[in-house]
C-alpha cells in the first residue's frame, strides 16, 4: 500500500501483566482455579487425577490449540461461559492487584485511539479495569467472550480474530499498534502487519503463566517485535521508533 497515509495510532492493549501485575497474586490464584477445573473434567473415576495429568493436559492443549480452554472445549465438552466464571472466581480483587501510578495520565498523552483486547473474561475485566480506574481512556472493551469468528471461539493469539477485529473497525493493520507482554500474541500480530510493544516488566523468572506459558530465558526482542519496553509508562518515549517501523 505505497500511498497509504498514516493515520493516528489505533491502540490494542493487553491487560494482565501490560496494564497491571497479575503474576502478583492474580494469576497464582486462576492458575490454582484452573488445576482445580481441569482435575474435575479428568476425573473419571477410575485414573488417579494426578499433578502430572492436570499439567499435561493444561500445557498440551495451550501448545496445541494457543488456550487451554480450546482444547477442553473439544476433547471435553467444557462450557467456556463457565470455566471462565468458575477460573476468575476471586474472593478480594483489589487486594490482590498491584499496578503502577499515572497510567491514566500516559495514555492520554498517547494520540489516537485504545481498544483493550484480553483474553480474560468481560466481567473480571471489567472489575480489574474499574480498579485501575482506566475504562474512561477507552474507545471499546473487547474481552474472550466476544472473541468469536464463524462462531467459533477464537481468541488470541488467532489471526482470525485480529483480522476481523480490523475489519470491524475499519482499521488498516499496520495503523494499529498492540500492547503486550505475550509473544505468541505479538508474533501473529506481526504476520498481520500490526505494530508490535513488548511489556517486559511483570514477566517472573521461573514462572508459569495461567496457559502454561514460561518466561523467556532471555529478554532478547524477537524480529517481529518492532519495540521492547519495561513499562508502558515508556511508550510516548518511543513512539517515534513505532512510526518509523511502518
Known amino acids: 500500500m ?9 491502540w490494542l492493549f493487553d491487560l494482565d501483566n501490560t496494564l497491571h501485575d497479575a503474576s502478583h497474586a492474580i494469576f497464582p490464584a486462576i492458575s490454582a482455579n484452573m488445576n482445580t477445573y481441569i482435575a474435575r473434567v479428568l476425573d473419571d473415576g477410575i485414573t488417579p487425577v494426578t499433578q502430572a495429568r492436570v499439567d499435561a493436559a493444561r500445557l498440551g492443549y495451550w501448545k496445541k490449540y ?7 472445549m473439544r476433547h471435553h465438552a467444557v462450557d467456556a461461559a463457565e470455566f471462565l466464571r468458575e477460573t476468575h472466581d476471586l474472593k478480594d480483587l483489589r487486594a490482590m492487584m498491584r499496578s503502577e501510578t499515572g497510567l491514566g495520565r500516559l495514555l492520554q498523552r498517547l494520540p489516537g485511539r485504545k481498544i483493550l483486547l484480553t483474553n480474560a473474561p468481560r466481567d473480571y475485566s471489567t ?10 481512556h477507552f474507545a471499546h472493551h473487547i474481552a474472550i ?46 504476520q498481520l502487519g500490526i505494530r508490535t510493544v513488548w511489556i517486559t516488566q511483570y514477566l517472573r523468572a521461573s514462572e508459569r503463566s495461567t496457559l502454561g506459558m514460561a518466561r523467556p530465558r532471555r529478554l532478547i526482542r524477537p524480529d517481529y517485535v518492532d519495540v521492547k519496553v519495561k513499562s508502558v509508562r515508556q511508550l510516548p518515549q518511543r513512539l ?7
Open 240 to 246: 517515534q521508533r513505532l512510526r518509523s517501523s511502518i
Open 2 to 10: 505505497p500511498n497509504h497515509i498514516p493515520a493516528a495510532p489505533v
Open 127 to 136: 472489575h480489574v479495569m474499574r480498579h485501575l480506574d482506566l475504562g474512561r
Open 66 to 72: 494457543g488456550a487451554t480452554l480450546l482444547g477442553l
Open 145 to 190: 467472550e466476544q472473541m468469536h469468528v464463524h462462531r467459533q471461539l477464537r481468541p488470541k493469539p488467532s489471526k482470525l480474530m485480529l483480522a476481523r477485529l480490523l475489519r470491524k473497525h475499519g482499521v488498516v493493520a499496520r495503523d494499529c499498534i498492540l500492547v503486550e507482554d505475550t509473544l505468541a500474541n505479538l508474533k501473529s500480530a506481526k
